[in-house]
């Protein structure tokens, strides 16, 4: 049996060698991600990356969203249309100044204060409570920050566009305050993902408070229903509400062949 391994071992290192190619098992990162780094690297370069993803993810997830939200107001909503029923003003104005302005100031004001919460692994201190909490926390008051980012921008475009139409109301808080949602919600989640080896540290130091459930929540999917076609409440819930406003007007609808709407009213008849 030793021979056999021994004979084994050696062909393989053969065909490593041949083929330049190995059958062993990469060795898995430390944090679940190469993206995160090593356990051995300096906390400077740490913050460094942190900051860096939080940065990226921030404004990728904000830009979808006002991406998202933008497709929403225009082809889920033709009517009334922010471009011919609306102020100029309004929609080129006033709504990219202020997607510039919080998506900067707001992005670096954000991940500013949630790096000044991560002193005390930065500068390689002992956590006390009140660091252990905080940074357990910091998933959450960085999604909450967006969230109120999204919430200011849905009441001032529903306010705008509000007095042009009183149409444009439930229309605009309907698609800006679900996109804020989900943007807000993501950002929870890539916080805790790029949060990971400082929250080792925090594990190590004491035991973990309870989270608040904030992602789950939202990701939860609605009762009813078969499991296969489950889906997250918000997305589910605003294609519903989209869906049955189409259905609510009737106008919208395309034309059926001739004939079409008098066989429908037979067939009811009967």
């Not at 071992?9 to 060795?27: A, H, K, N, Y």
């Not at 940065?55 to 979808?64: E, H, P, Q, R, Y």
């Not at 990219?96 to 919460?117: D, E, K, M, N, Q």
């Amino acid at each position: 049996m030793v021979a056999k391994r021994s004979t084994a071992q050696r062909l393989g290192r053969v065909l490593e060698r041949v083929t330049q190619q190995s059958g062993r098992l990469p060795e898995t990162p430390a944090y679940g991600s190469w993206l995160l780094g090593r356990v051995s690297e300096s906390q400077s370069r740490r913050r460094v990356r942190i900051q860096l993803i939080l940065t990226v993810f921030i404004v990728g997830a904000n830009l979808i969203g006002i991406a998202v939200a933008a497709l929403l107001l225009t082809v889920a909503f033709p009517t009334p249309s922010i471009f011919s029923d609306a102020p100029l003003w309004i929609t080129f104005g006033v709504t990219p100044a202020y997607c510039t302005i919080a998506l900067g100031l707001g992005t670096y004001l954000i991940t500013h204060r949630t790096i000044r919460g991560l002193r005390w692994a930065i500068e390689e201190h002992e956590p006390t409570q009140a660091d252990e909490r905080a940074t357990f926390a910091a998933p959450f008051w960085l999604a909450f920050g967006v969230l109120m980012l999204w919430v200011i921008g849905t009441g001032l475009l529903t306010t705008l566009y509000g007095l042009a139409d009183s149409t444009f109301i439930p229309i605009v808080g309907f698609c800006v305050s679900v996109c804020g949602i989900l943007v807000s919600t993501a950002c929870y989640l890539f916080t805790e993902f790029a949060l990971r080896p400082v929250a080792a540290q925090a594990l190590e130091a004491g035991r973990a408070p309870r989270r608040a459930a904030f992602a789950s929540r939202v990701l939860l999917p609605l009762p009813g229903g078969p499991t296969r076609a489950r889906t997250p409440g918000v997305p589910r819930s605003s294609s519903s509400l989209i869906e049955y406003r189409a259905a609510a007007s009737p106008a919208a609808w395309p034309a059926g062949p001739p004939g079409c709407g008098d066989r429908l009213t037979s067939a009811r008849s009967t």
